[in-house]
């Protein structure tokens, strides 16, 4: 199936249309101006979220390694820096949403969905089962298996 996303290079692309440059409201035109300098913001200060997840994880790392056993870890010590690393990761996928979001006329939901996998994959992986009820264990399954359909059904489309 062809791919819709496709762009042709030789056609002047309107990125989103949505938040047009050119409006007969001058007001309107200064506001659009406003949301995409500050979904600019969003993707500096992602990245700065992204190095400090990047030193948080060498810091969670650093001090699991100098913590009694030393150089050992517990299964407890691996699910935390499993934990720290999926943040990061989940970071730099929402500052590709963004960055996508800057760049193309197309909205990525397959990339937004596949976002809200890797999320709910990183609880899903730190869970502790003996703190959570039968109530909350199903309502975790149900999101894993709705975004798993959707994210499935989307690429099928694709």
């Known amino acids: ?9 030789k056609l002047p692309q309107l990125l989103h249309d949505e938040l047009p440059k050119e409006h007969e409201d001058a007001l309107i035109r200064k506001l659009h101006l406003v949301i995409r300098y500050a979904i600019k913001v969003l993707a ?4 700065l979220v ?8 060498i810091y969670v790392l650093y001090s699991k390694f100098i913590s009694p056993p030393v150089l050992l870890f517990e299964v407890s010590d691996i699910f935390v820096i499993f934990g720290a690393f999926m943040v990061v990761l989940i970071a ?6 963004i960055r996508l979001y800057l760049g193309t006329n197309v909205l990525p939901i397959r990339l937004v969905i596949a976002t809200a996998l890797m999320a709910i994959a ?11 009820s039968a109530q909350e264990m199903l309502a975790i399954a149900a999101i894993v298996l709705a975004l798993g359909v959707t994210h499935w059904l989307v690429g099928k489309q694709e």
Do not use: H, Q
Not at 1 to 9: F, G, L, Y
């Open 92 to 97: 730099v996928e929402i500052f590709i949403n």
């Open 122 to 132: 990183r609880k899903v992986i730190i869970l502790d089962i003996s703190t959570i």
């Open 44 to 47: 500096v200060l992602m990245v």
């Open 1 to 9: 199936m062809a791919n819709d996303n496709k762009v042709d290079p």
């Open 50 to 57: 992204i190095i400090w997840g990047v030193l948080d994880v």
